[in-house]
């Protein structure tokens, strides 16, 4: 298990403005390339569904503050949870693979690399 360099809550965005999503996000601390990213649903939203705004919200609360693109200097996982976790069946967590600024894939994550996140 890494140890934590930072770690809240955010609220994100969701289709109901009334009923926001809410996430635990986690740095570890980083290993000789990235700054590992831990997010864990801590509501009944599809944290997937809305990937696109919980990174740029990511990015503007804390990534922005330190000068960092989340895209280029960090690996973000997302343990799955609720309506996820139906989604994707056996896999208990997924690694944002970025391809640009504004795209990326989902890859289920299983074996060593799930463990030293946990």
């Known amino acids: 298990m890494s140890s934590f360099l930072f770690e809240r809550d955010l609220l994100y965005p969701t289709d109901n403005i009334l009923d926001p ?37 990511l990015q503007k609360d804390i990534f922005d503050r330190i000068n960092i693109r989340v895209n280029d200097n960090t690996q973000v996982y997302v343990l799955l ?23 990326f894939t989902l890859e289920p994550v299983t074996g060593e690399e799930y463990s030293s996140i946990l």
């Open 21 to 57: 999503g809410i996430l635990h996000v986690k740095l570890l601390n980083p290993n000789n390339t990235k700054i590992p990213v831990v997010l864990e649903p801590k509501s009944n939203h599809s944290v997937v569904k809305n990937m696109d705004s919980v990174l740029d919200l």
């Open 81 to 103: 949870d609720g309506p996820d976790r139906e989604a994707y069946g056996d896999a208990q967590c997924l690694k944002v693979v970025f391809m640009g600024i504004h795209e």
